[in-house]
Each structure stands twice: as C-alpha cells, then as structure tokens.
C-alpha cells in the first residue's frame, strides 16, 4: 500500500523529513482515520505540501498506534518522541495543547527519505480536507 501525507507548508517539515531533524511523522485524531490501522512496515509514504506537488517520499520502518488518549497520555507521548530527531514539534507545551483533546495517534517511524521528482494528485474522492490518503499504488492518484 502507498500513502500521502499532506503537511502544512507553515510547519516547514518536508525538509526536516529530507534532512533527518524529523523521523516519524505524527497524525493525531479524534476518531480512527488513516492512517490509523492502515500502515505497515515496508510500505512508501509520499509527502506533499497542501496546495502543492508531491515532492518527497520515505519508507516505513515502524508503526506505533495508541488510542483512548487523555491528556496524560498525550503529554507522555510528547514527552517521549516529540523532540528533534523524532516528531520535531518544536514548542511542546504549545503540541500539547494542540492535541490535548485528541483520542487516537499514530506515529509512523520512517527511513530513507528522498527527494523525487514532483508530481501532482487528484484528491478526488478522497474529501477536500484529508490530510493522509491510503492506496493500493500511487499510480490510481498521480495526474
């Protein structure tokens, strides 16, 4: 299976990917959505800024789900992969506030992150808000 990670371009992450800073990427919800029970170890994940091309990509080398989160439990999990290195959140305190209320996070451990050619999406389908799509091949959503 291929995944998209659609980031925000303000968080300026994609680099961090592609330089090492940051090592697993985060995806926090209030109910189960993918990635969540979606991914596994081996499979390629494609990152994308919104609004942009798909410009990098990196396989999966772990997968970490936790659910009934409180706020403890979110704290703890900041505490332990939010740094520099690992989700590089930068300010936790502000991390923990913005994810204080969330039920369900999955942490995907990546490797060998690469820069690619850029390529557009076709999201259709897929909801104008999502930020994580799953399928089969990238091929199906490529334009």
Not at 34 to 42: A, D, L, S, Y
Request: aromatic share 10%.
């Amino acid at each position: 299976m291929d995944h998209v990670a659609i980031m925000k371009k303000s968080w300026g992450l994609i680099p961090k990917i592609l330089n090492g800073k940051k090592t697993i990427e985060s995806r926090w919800y209030l109910t189960k959505k993918p990635p969540f029970g979606k991914i596994v170890i081996g499979e390629t994940i494609y990152f994308k800024n919104s609004g942009e091309p798909v410009t990098a990509k990196a396989t999966v080398a772990a997968v970490r789900q936790f659910e009934n989160l409180n706020s403890r439990k979110v704290s703890a999990i900041i505490d332990e992969f939010g740094g520099e290195g690992k989700i590089c959140l930068g300010n936790k305190n502000k991390a923990r506030d913005l994810f204080s209320k969330k039920k369900y996070c999955v942490l995907v451990f990546i490797k060998d992150p690469k820069k690619i050619r850029p390529f557009n999406i076709d999201k259709s389908g897929y909801g104008l808000m999502s930020a994580w799509i799953s399928l089969n091949r990238i091929e199906q959503i490529k334009t």
